[in-house]
């Protein structure tokens, strides 16, 4: 995970819980006021709904005392009572009474029952008049709701008394009109709805909603996914099993759904600038932090590319961590870089132990790979190479005859010219160089120098005949030195030619045997320079000097080289290897 | 005979009835649920296209002070009961006279009155059964049912039988009134008994003109508007 991704995180995501709690918490406070608000005009509603039902019911209830006073309707039932030969008549008469009043008084619902309770007679309003009811099964409430063919009415009752007795009972009602509320209201009979206001809900989501609701207190149902609120209406209900119960229904939802709303908005543009926030933040964060870090992490891809551990520089950036870290990093550095000076220290003591083995078998050869290494560096110099190279040159110079190792002394001490097989036996020491060195590992650098130093720039070289620059640079410099140091040395079987006629024999190999600016190089060297060498007392330290003073002077002519073999110590390697450590 | 010859020679009184103003209130009350249901009340909209005929046509004249004819005239008077109305509403008939109710309405009706000139409880009847009352003293007798506290009859028990209705122009005519000095009466539910004395000889006829209510000088109002208490 990236570094600002997780700032972003670590700073967004705290942000966007405390507004996702603030945004629920507001929301739940929101609906529970709104659902207050609702409850109370609910309950003003029912307060008035109630006075005004109690007036009409004062009113109503005087108007029916008189009525059941009326002389005429106690004469019908009187006449109900004592007629035997036409009761229907007689009950037309009294139906025919009831349909007068009824239309006098603009009620819907009229009956007598006689005072033990069965009904006597009874008409509802029709469209255009009175009709009889069926008394069969008619069995109204004195007070309250009662449906009579499919129609709802709301009754109340009034004794008519005769002489201070009650004789029958007056009942009439109006039909019920859920919609006269100014809320939502249901009405219910045994749990089923009979009557309801809500036009796009199903009675039976309605009775499923409120099947859990106590019938005399608030209850808190879903319908839809919607929150509903519903009030018992104090309003004349029946008792008992056959009651009716009429409560208010309030979407709760849809009256908070503005609010509602709203606040989505509000929390939808707090959560953008918190988001937008967070991405700043970490940003900008993450910018102070990761910046220095990519230029380490670059740094030290760097390094691991070329192996080099280069130190940082002192500030990397304002982050104490980061600082810290570089430092640390140097530490590692310093530390590696002297475990690797001590490596390369034992690994020069162990080449140049090599090296001295080898000269040690041939008196003749005496000090040949260290003057080669001499030269071979001075030629380097002379042609600008890196230290790097430099540095390859010289133990490579140092090992380049190592080969010469696994070939027979018979051979390689023979005096007088060598057999053709002999021959071929001493032109295996590059290959059989290299197939000592191969396996020593960190010295890789070097094979092409054992290898390669006996190929020549036409290709008439061995073991494998390269053309040109197909022979490294660094095996054609050792090459020209090698060859300058066997024509100066002294043999037994010739005394060693002069530094000028050596340097004429190489000009005179220069693009057959020799490459030509290697020589050319070489030739520039002034004979200080060589006689340093042969002195034992090298400075490559001071070589460049050397060189630049030489190089103006160019040539002094050449003078015989004496020979010096061996006179050079194990003293005099270890300080050249000491004095190009330093230069390093 | 000769009394009978003389009164057949006798004279008319002939008379018009002049209303001035509605007397009656039909139905005045309007029912509940008229108002209840905020529709403009039309008052007295089943009433008559004019008021005032019907009015005049609800007046009642008829001779004081001649002689008793009681049973010499008697004749034989119908108030049905039907749609839950007396029909007539107004009968004028000489003392003596016997009045039948037939009740044509399929309901049961109850005829009573409490009239001092007849008190009578005819009781509950059905559909095609009918209840003879007879008159035998004048006077106004008020005549209701028991169940139908909506119905309402008059029936004015005359002293003999010059007596009649004015009709829908008020115009009336009590024929054959032997020469006499008598007084005419009016009368009316509402406005009350008029009088005016009148002498009839044997050759002309008299004339005699009412305007109700009456409020000239001398005569006054009548203030007695109880027919029942009239004698």
């Known amino acids: 995970m990236r570094f600002a991704t997780r700032t972003f995180l670590s700073s967004f995501v705290p942000f966007a819980v405390l507004l996702a709690v603030s945004f629920w918490a507001v929301r739940a406070s929101v609906i529970e006021t709104v659902r207050e608000g609702l409850r109370a005009s609910v309950r003003d509603n029912e307060v008035a709904l109630a006075r005004e039902q109690t007036r009409n019911e004062i009113r109503d209830r005087k108007l029916l005392q008189g009525v059941a006073e009326n002389p005429t309707l106690k004469a019908g039932l009187q006449l109900l009572a004592t007629e035997r030969s036409a009761r229907d008549q007689a009950r037309n008469t009294l139906q025919d009474q009831l349909s007068e009043i009824c239309d006098a008084l603009s009620f819907d619902f009229i009956m007598v029952s006689s005072a033990q309770g069965p009904p006597l007679a009874a008409v509802v309003r029709e469209t255009g008049g009175f009709a009889p009811v069926n008394l069969v099964h008619l069995r109204p409430p004195e007070q309250g709701f009662f449906s009579a063919d499919d129609r709802l009415y709301e009754v109340t009752s009034v004794p008519i008394n005769e002489a201070g007795i009650r004789v029958a009972t007056l009942t009439v009602g109006g039909r019920f009109d859920i919609a006269r509320f100014g809320v939502p209201a249901v009405l219910l009979h045994k749990g089923a709805v009979i009557a309801m206001q809500m036009r796009d809900l199903a009675p039976a989501q309605i009775e499923k909603a409120l099947a859990a609701c106590t019938p005399a207190a608030d209850c808190e149902t879903r319908i839809q996914d919607d929150a509903y609120l519903s009030l018992p209406l104090e309003l004349t209900a029946g008792v008992g099993e056959d009651s009716y119960l009429l409560r208010s229904l309030q979407d709760v939802d849809a009256a908070s759904a503005p609010v509602q709303a709203v606040l989505r908005k509000l929390f939808l543009v707090a959560g953008l600038i918190a988001l937008a926030a967070g991405l700043g933040i970490s940003a900008l964060s993450s910018r102070s932090i990761a910046r220095p870090l990519a230029d380490v992490a670059a740094h030290l891809r760097k390094s691991a590319a070329t192996g080099e551990l280069p130190e940082f520089p002192e500030s990397t950036g304002g982050v104490q961590e980061i600082r810290d870290l570089t430092e640390g990093f140097n530490h590692a550095a310093k530390a590696v870089h002297e475990s690797r000076e001590r490596l390369t220290r034992a690994y020069v003591q162990f080449v140049g132990s090599l090296a001295q083995a080898l000269d040690a078998r041939d008196a003749y050869t005496a000090g040949h790979s260290r003057r080669v290494s001499e030269y071979s560096c001075a030629i380097a110099t002379a042609m600008n190479l890196p230290a790097q190279d430099l540095e390859t040159i010289r133990v490579g110079a140092l090992l380049h005859d190592l080969g010469k190792i696994g070939i027979s002394d018979l051979v390689l001490q023979k005096p007088g010219r060598l057999t053709p097989d002999e021959n071929e036996l001493i032109r295996q020491h590059p290959v059989i160089g290299r197939r000592i060195l191969e396996n020593v590992q960190g010295l890789e650098a070097y094979l092409g120098i054992v290898e390669l130093h006996h190929e020549n720039w036409d290709g008439t070289g061995y073991p494998n005949g390269f053309k040109g620059e197909e022979t490294p640079l660094h095996a054609r410099i050792v090459k020209v030195a090698d060859a300058y140091d066997a024509m100066t040395s002294d043999r037994p079987y010739q005394r060693g030619q002069s530094h000028a006629e050596a340097i004429a024999i190489l000009k005179s190999a220069r693009g057959s045997q020799m490459d030509s600016s290697v020589v050319d190089a070489f030739a520039l060297l002034g004979d200080q320079r060589r006689r340093r060498v042969l002195d034992g007392t090298p400075s490559l330290r001071s070589l460049s000097q050397a060189l630049s003073i030489e190089h103006d002077k160019s040539q002094n002519g050449g003078s015989v080289p004496t020979s010096r073999e061996g006179e050079e110590t194990r003293e005099g390697i270890e300080q050249v290897a000491t004095e190009q450590r330093e230069t390093s | ?231």
């Not at chain 2, 009835?17 to 007397?23: C, G, N, Y």
């Not at chain 2, 006077?139 to 829908?168: E, F, K, Q």
């Open chain 2, 1 to 231: 005979m000769l009394l009978g010859a003389a009164l057949l020679q006798g004279a008319d009184i002939r008379g018009v009835i002049t209303v001035e103003r509605k007397l009656t209130r039909h139905n005045v009350t309007a029912s509940a649920g008229m108002y209840q249901r905020e529709a403009a009340v039309k008052l007295g909209a089943d009433a008559d296209a004019d008021p005032l005929e019907f009015e005049r046509s609800h007046v009642a004249v008829y001779l004081d002070g001649g002689p008793n004819s009681t049973a010499s005239a008697v004749a034989k008077t119908t108030i049905e009961q039907r749609d839950r109305r007396f029909i007539p509403d107004l009968v004028v008939v000489p003392a003596g006279s016997v009045v039948s109710f037939p009740n044509l309405d399929p309901i049961f009706h109850n005829v009573f009155s409490l009239s001092k000139a007849k008190s009578f409880d005819l009781g509950n009847y059905p559909r095609g059964q009918t209840r003879v009352v007879a008159f035998p003293n004048p006077g106004v007798v008020a005549v209701y049912c028991h169940l139908h506290s909506n119905m309402a009859a008059t029936i004015v028990v005359t002293p003999n039988r010059w007596a009649t209705r004015a009709d829908g122009k008020g115009l009336f005519a009590l024929k054959d009134v032997p020469p006499g000095t008598y007084t005419v009466v009016a009368w009316h539910k509402t406005a009350g008994t008029f009088r005016q004395v009148v002498t009839i000889d044997e050759q002309s006829d008299a004339e005699v003109n009412f305007t109700l209510p009456y409020f000239g000088p001398g005569e006054g109002r009548h203030t007695d508007v109880k027919p029942a208490a009239q004698r």
